[in-house]
Every structure is written in C-alpha cells, then in structure tokens.
T-cell receptor, first 108, second 112 residues
Framework: EDQVTQSPEALRLQEGESSSLNCSYT??????LFWYRQDPGKGPEFLFT???AGEEKEKERLKATLTKKESFLHITAPKPEDSATYLC?????????FGGGTRVLVKP | IAGITQAPTSQILAAGRRMTLRCTQD?????MYWYRQDLGLGLRLIHY???????GKGEVPDGYSVSRANTDDFPLTLASAVPSQTSVYFC???????????FGSGTRLTVV
C-alpha cells in the first residue's frame, strides 16, 4: 500500500535557526513528489514538484530535495512568516496521497 | 483571480439534514477532487472526477455523493449528515494526475 510519512510532527524554531523536514514514501513507480504549505484556516498551497532522485528546487528560504526513498524540505534562516504546516504528497492511482504534515513554528 | 471557490465557508448542520457543498473552478482543469481534513488523520480523498461526466470513489466515499455536469463545477452532497462528517472539506483541481493540485479555502462543517 502506498504510504507517505512525515517527521517530525511539529518543529519549534528560533528565527534564523535552519532545519530540515523529512518526507519518506513507499510507492510503486514514483511519478513525482509534491510539497505544499498550509496556513491555519486555509487550503494547501503548492510549493514544489520533484520528479527524480537528485533533483532540487528552491523558493526563497525553502529548498526541497529528493532521493529514492525520501524527500527533505530545508528551511534556511527561517522567519516567523515561515510558520505553517508543510505537507508532502505523492500520486497514487487517481489521487494524491498526503503525509500527516509537519507543523512549523518560528519564534522571533 | 484564477482559482477555486468553495461555499459556504462554514456551516452548522443538524444531523439527518441534507447538505451540498459547492465548488467552482475557473482554470479549465480537467480533474477535480474532494478531500476532508481531520486532526490526526490528515487529508483523505472522498471522491474525484478525471473529466466532466465521470466520477470515482476515493478512500472515504460513504455518505457522500458527487456530480460533474460540466468542467467548472463539482458539488459534494451529504444525503443525511451524521456527526462523524464534522470536518473541514477541501475541493481541489488539477490539469493532470502528475501535476500539482490547486486547493480552495475549505468549508468547515459541524454536524450536531
């Protein structure tokens, strides 16, 4: 069965303290891995798609990387506005299967 | 602004009542989806539609129905609401299975 697991469940950071979020997956025939950001009371917002091992994507303070078994979302020198829940997902059949998310809180 | 519009934003509903959650997109995406999001359970797919005129069941379809009469609209109906359907419901669309989804802002539904 296709599975996506994210860790940690929650992360508290001081402003400027870099860290990484993990997304591990088991899926037959990876057809992409997606990262989303979700703010409280809002729908998930698309960040990145990664298609092959070794691929990297960057957006501001965020960088996503992909290996054959997992993906990392690196947050470099985070700011309070980076506080959100970060979700990863993989296509599985006719849907995206989502991980449980990592809640990130960046304190000033 | 292109995107997905969901209505209502929130609703309190008596158990046993019928309710339709509305979803409209203006991006001409072929595929549309309904997810529910619950604390500790994450996002779970209820129903999907790959193209107008077709629909399919997701992980948790019981108690819900959908229709896709045209490209833009994908309403979700609860025939007889039960408290376990209390959740936040998100509609999403995509131009293809391997492309990122665009999500609406959600409908927060409380069944009492």
């Amino acid at each position: 069965e296709d599975q996506v697991t994210q860790s940690p469940e929650a992360l508290r950071l001081q402003e400027g303290e870099s860290s990484s979020l993990n997304c591990s997956y088991t899926v037959s025939g990876l057809r992409g891995l997606f990262w989303y950001r979700q703010d409280p009371g809002k729908g998930p917002e698309f960040l990145f798609t990664l298609y092959s091992a070794g691929e990297e994507k960057e957006k501001e303070r965020l960088k996503a990387t992909l290996t054959k078994k997992e993906s990392f979302l690196h947050i470099t020198a985070p700011k309070p506005e980076d506080s959100a829940t970060y979700l990863c997902a993989v296509p599985a059949g006719n849907k995206l299967t989502f991980g449980g998310g990592t809640r990130v809180l960046v304190k000033p | 602004i292109a995107g997905i519009t969901q209505a209502p934003t929130s609703q309190i509903l008596a158990a046993g009542r019928r309710m339709t959650l509305r979803c409209t997109q203006d991006m001409r995406h072929n595929a549309m989806y309904w997810y529910r999001q619950d604390l500790g359970l994450g996002l779970r797919l209820i129903h999907y539609s790959n193209t107008a005129g077709t629909t399919g069941k997701g992980e948790v379809p019981d108690g819900y129905s959908v229709s896709r009469a045209n490209t833009d609209d994908f309403p979700l109906t609860l025939a007889s609401a039960v408290p376990s359907q209390t959740s936040v419901y998100f509609c999403a669309s995509s131009s293809g299975q391997n492309y990122g989804y665009t999500f609406g802002s959600g409908t927060r539904l409380t069944v009492v």
